[in-house]
């Protein structure tokens, strides 16, 4: 019987994370993608969906936006003095900007709207309230 994925699994596949309008937005590539199951290397909702599968296995999921990243969270946008960003840095709605967090992690910012001094981020995943194509192809599972 072939081993399932479980928590602490090593698995090795690849994958494809796509809109729902078919926009690519991550893929393993050639090369394998390898994680421990638990681990934080893969969003924990694509961990779930993954779950079960054996080697050989492929599946395409369509993961609904609380499946996928979740609804968008009005507390996670943000007024931001236009002084933070660098002069001579162009601004648009639609740019992605990494900030540092007071933590010193990295996250990551979308600009929805300029208001006069201010800019408006969203610091909300860029795929949060979407819905989202998960296309996996599980290489090699081995026991925790």
Do not use: K, W
């Amino acid at each position: 019987m072939s081993q399932r994925i479980e928590m602490g699994c090593r698995v090795s596949l690849r994958y494809r994370l796509l809109r729902n309008d078919g926009y690519l937005v991550d893929e393993s590539g050639d090369e394998p993608f390898d994680l421990t199951v638990g681990d934080g290397a893969l969003h924990p909702n694509l961990e779930r969906a993954i779950e079960g599968l054996v080697a050989g296995e492929r599946v395409r999921l369509l993961l609904g936006p609380e499946e996928a990243f979740g609804l968008s969270d009005p507390a996670n946008i943000y007024r931001v003095p236009r002084s933070d960003f660098p002069a001579d840095q162009p601004l648009a709605p639609g740019y992605i900007f990494e900030f540092a967090a007071p933590n010193g992690m990295e996250l990551l910012g979308q600009v929805v709207e300029l208001v006069e001094d201010e800019v408006v981020v969203d610091f909300n995943h860029p795929l949060a309230g979407q819905p989202a194509v998960f296309e996996v192809e599980v290489l090699t599972v081995s026991a925790p």
